[in-house]
């Protein structure tokens, strides 16, 4: 380790369980020296493994519906309190599609299940930010991260609603990284992850095939959730106080690639069989 965050406090909201990416991220700044809290459902607290975590690497729990106002602005003020002050970090790792649950396709889907979609997957990310900056919570040159997928920018099958909410997503990012930049010097990005297998990617019909293509497609292959914590380090770091209102991919080179040798070839014996 590097002690990269020796000195640095921050928010992990959306860890669950030794799959998910906000797991391995905590798991990161912890050992590079930082120290944090951790929000999640009362649901999720209590069908995940957060309890784990969180004595592991000497963090408080504090349960949150990051859809409600409410409930961040309580995260945020008993983060201070237990921190000892404004934060350096925040990670927003949280997603969910009732219509992907239930199998309701685009073009038959659920007007509700898709409100929902946006306002737990994208407008609590704007709500996270929102309630940080009038709180006025982040030290400067603090970094704010929320996670997303290429299907923000591109049709992929299956993913629904959730490609909708993370081009939401990805906007707040511009939209509010300008603000918070030029009044807080506080720098908002987006990282745009390879597909990984996390408790809830398990659930999706087809990831197996998925992330089989992405990996022959990409140059580098797929990037793991530890890799992709990795990379969240170095956003938090003071190695990227220059970074703002980006969308990072973090996939092996798959955002760039229209056709790689490995896929041509699988594709080639498709057809002769």
Not at 3 to 15: C, D, R, T, V
Not at 74 to 102: A, P, Q, T, W
Not at 234 to 245: A, E, G, N, Q
């Amino acid at each position: 380790m590097y002690n990269l965050l020796k000195g640095k406090k921050g928010i992990i909201f959306g860890a669950l369980d030794d799959k998910s990416m906000a797991w391995k991220v905590a798991e990161h700044a912890h050992a590079e020296g930082a120290k944090f809290t951790l929000s999640n459902t009362q649901v999720a607290i209590r069908y995940g493994t957060l309890d784990e975590l969180a004595e592991k690497c000497n963090a408080e729990i504090i349960p949150a519906d990051a859809t409600s106002i409410e409930d961040i602005e309580n995260v945020i003020k008993k983060s201070m309190e237990i921190l000892g002050g404004k934060v350096d970090f925040i990670l927003h790792s949280i997603g969910m599609s009732i219509n992907v649950r239930k199998k309701r396709t685009y073009d038959d889907i659920d007007y509700g299940f898709m409100m929902k979609t946006l306002d737990i997957s994208a407008i609590s990310f704007h709500k996270v930010i929102k309630t940080a900056y009038q709180l006025d919570a982040m030290n400067e040159w603090g970094s704010i991260v929320g996670l997303s997928y290429i299907a923000a920018q591109r049709t992929l099958f299956r993913y629904n609603d959730m490609a909708d909410a993370k081009a939401m997503l990805e906007s707040i990012a511009r939209s509010f990284g300008y603000i918070y930049g030029r009044d807080k010097k506080v720098r908002i990005n987006t990282i745009s992850q390879s597909p990984t297998l996390t408790t809830a990617g398990k659930g999706v019909k087809g990831i197996g095939d998925l992330l089989d293509f992405t990996e022959r497609m990409s140059p580098l292959g797929n990037a793991t959730a530890d890799e992709l914590a990795q990379y969240c380090i170095t956003l938090f770091s003071d190695l990227t106080r220059k970074v703002t209102m980006q969308n990072l991919f973090h996939d092996g080179g798959f955002s760039n690639m229209g056709m790689s040798e490995r896929a041509m070839h699988q594709y080639s014996k498709g057809i002769d069989d």
